[in-house]
């Protein structure tokens, strides 16, 4: 039975994009509140992935889009510095954007600080694998995860072929 199917666990992965925090020089706060979030929605998650911005995240993704994941969750490198990539690293392994969840999520940021507007982030689907890319900062990660709070059944479910509305 494969993760995607319904009535199997769902599988989750999260890719953490932060050179810091990968060299060790700073301590990665946003993976156990996506992991906490993750689990609470029912989710087994696979070890969370550490990895510099740029390519190592592309590299990350890859890896766990083998394992066919029903979400994977990235968060940091999204904003306007020379190094934040994720998004460019995500929107070619997406066979279809959503972007009604990240418009969702910036204009949630965005009613608590105009920077939410400056994130550059991805949502949408490969194959049967949710993608999202959500900001660096545990403020903008919690924002995100309540906008998608509602709807992560619904989509998984979409994704895995139903077709209940």
Not at 82 to 106: S, V
Request: net charge negative; aromatic share 4%.
């Amino acid at each position: 039975m494969s993760a995607c199917e319904p009535n199997a666990q769902r599988k989750a992965g999260v890719v953490i994009a932060s050179t810091r925090a990968a060299a060790g020089i700073y301590t990665d706060e946003t993976g156990p509140i996506i992991l906490d979030w993750l689990k609470e929605h029912g989710f087994d998650t696979f070890p969370t992935m550490v990895v510099p911005d740029g390519e190592p995240v592309g590299a990350a993704l890859r890896a766990l889009l083998t394992q066919e994941p029903a979400v994977v969750i990235t968060s940091g490198g999204t904003g306007l510095s020379p190094d934040d990539r994720t998004p460019e690293m995500t929107l070619p392994l997406l066979e279809r954007e959503i972007p009604g969840i990240m418009e969702g999520i910036r204009r949630a940021g965005t009613a608590k600080t105009p920077m939410a507007m400056l994130s550059r982030g991805h949502a949408g689907a490969a194959g049967k694998t949710f993608i999202i890319n959500l900001p660096g900062s545990p403020k903008g990660v919690m924002d995100g995860l309540a906008v998608l709070d509602p709807v992560i059944g619904h989509l998984c479910e979409q994704l895995e072929g139903s077709h209940g509305h």
